[in-house]
């Protein structure tokens, strides 16, 4: 039986960050885990830590979440299984990778980006406003390229949503 994620399934599996770092850890560690492995590694990747710095208390709340939330629908979507508390990815995972590695692929840092071109056109805009730049090209015009830069960033931004929004898409309907 072919595995056909509806972009909804994908989409609510991949919007809980715990789910996310579950796909991650069977891209990290070989199969098959213990919840208590998987727990203690999503632990450590939370809070920044290496795993033997875990503590009972970060292990337990991640345990607990996994069993109560995420292992549940991960099951249920047939992307793992569990068995006598032990848990492998099954073939689908795959396709949670992928559509994972899109998501990560397309945050290139936005908000940092704009901070940075924010800072940038201030530092343009205050260096036309007070003459340093020849006077041939009036403040004016260095206000309008400001714009103009930061809606072509905003363009580029959308296109690039919307074009990984259709790849995901099309992978899905060619793989159905």
């Not at 972009?7 to 850890?25: C, P």
């Not at 979440?65 to 099954?90: M, N, W």
């Not at 830069?149 to 959308?158: E, N």
């Amino acid at each position: 039986m072919s595995y056909q994620p509806t972009e909804d399934t994908v989409f609510t599996l991949l919007s809980n960050g715990r789910r996310r770092q579950v796909i991650r850890a069977f891209q990290q560690l070989d199969p098959p885990l213990s919840v208590g492995t998987l727990a203690e590694h999503i632990a450590a990747s939370e809070n920044d830590k290496p795993v033997e710095a875990v503590t009972s208390e970060e292990r337990r709340r991640v345990y607990t979440s996994l069993q109560q939330r995420h292992l549940d629908k991960l099951e249920e979507a047939g992307v793992i299984t569990c068995e006598r508390g032990e848990i492998e990815p099954t073939a689908q995972i795959e396709e949670l990778e992928v559509q994972l590695n899109v998501v990560e692929a397309d945050n290139i840092g936005w908000p940092e980006y704009y901070l940075g071109l924010s800072v940038i056109a201030g530092g343009v805009l205050l260096l036309a406003s007070t003459g340093v730049y020849p006077e041939i090209v009036p403040s004016i015009v260095w206000a309008f390229g400001v714009v103009a830069v930061f809606g072509i960033s905003a363009a580029v931004q959308l296109y690039q949503q919307t074009t990984n929004t259709v790849a995901v898409t099309e992978q899905f309907a060619r793989e159905s």
